[in-house]
């Protein structure tokens, strides 16, 4: 918008710039958040755990069997905080975008730009999805999206903005203090930042996440508490090393 009004003024089209009297200027965009957008290791494994908790429960009381979506519940929160699709990636995903190879369990993403990638699944959530398919799914399917792979109790593919009241509803199940508010987007932050942190092949996270080149990978990385020190204490020139003064007592 600034751009545009710049243009304007020089082009006579207007006779004022009205983004003159914005609060906001556009490289101050990156200082708006008012919190991280990624969670913390503790956040994010109280996420999970309350994740898979929820897909092996049995089933809320009340609740018509065919109406029980504990297990994808569960998935979609798993398949965002491992593998941190894009949610239109996640929405859009079939059944038949998963598949077995040499034992791994794969699920091909079709991302932006008519791109697609084959993403390997950790062993836990390849087993919340081999259970959603066998015993979930098939309580859901009312007959109306045979290929897609999340339905709603409607058996209606999910939607996009049904994922953030899938999140909400297993974050409550997590523990007071490891408990924070998050996004799909979040998520996907949480995801990235956390394999860069462990030193993950950044060539390899730009895959899982489906950018097309690795400067992208700036804007989903965010900074965790103690990860510069953890970074000195193994340093690749000097080995595991101990980053406390010498002589004080181990």
Known sequence: ???????????????????????????QRGGLRAERRALTAEQAEGLLGAARRLAEAPAEPGRRRDQRVELRDGLIVLLLAAVGPRVSELTRADVEHFFVNDGVRYWRVFGKGGRTRDVPLPRPVAEVLDAYLAE??????????????????????????????????????????????????????????????????????????????????????????????AAMRVHPLLGRVDSRPSGQER
Not at 1 to 6: K, V
Not at 196 to 203: C, G, I, N
């Open 136 to 229: 979930g799914r098939p309580l859901l399917d009312r007959g109306r999206e045979p290929r897609a792979l999340l339905l709603s109790w409607r058996g209606r593919r999910l939607a996009r903005g049904d994922v953030q009241a899938v999140i909400d509803r297993v974050q409550a199940r997590v523990e007071p203090e490891r408990r924070r508010a998050v996004t799909p987007h979040g998520l996907r932050h949480t995801t990235a930042t956390h394999l860069l942190a462990a030193a993950t092949d950044m060539d390899a996270v730009r895959r899982v996440l489906g950018h097309a080149d690795l400067s992208t990978l700036g804007r989903y990385r965010d900074e965790l508490p103690g990860e510069l020190e």
């Open 1 to 27: 918008m600034s751009a545009l009004f710049r243009h304007a003024m020089i082009a006579g089209w207007v006779h004022l710039d009205p983004m003159t009297a914005a609060t906001v200027r556009p490289r």
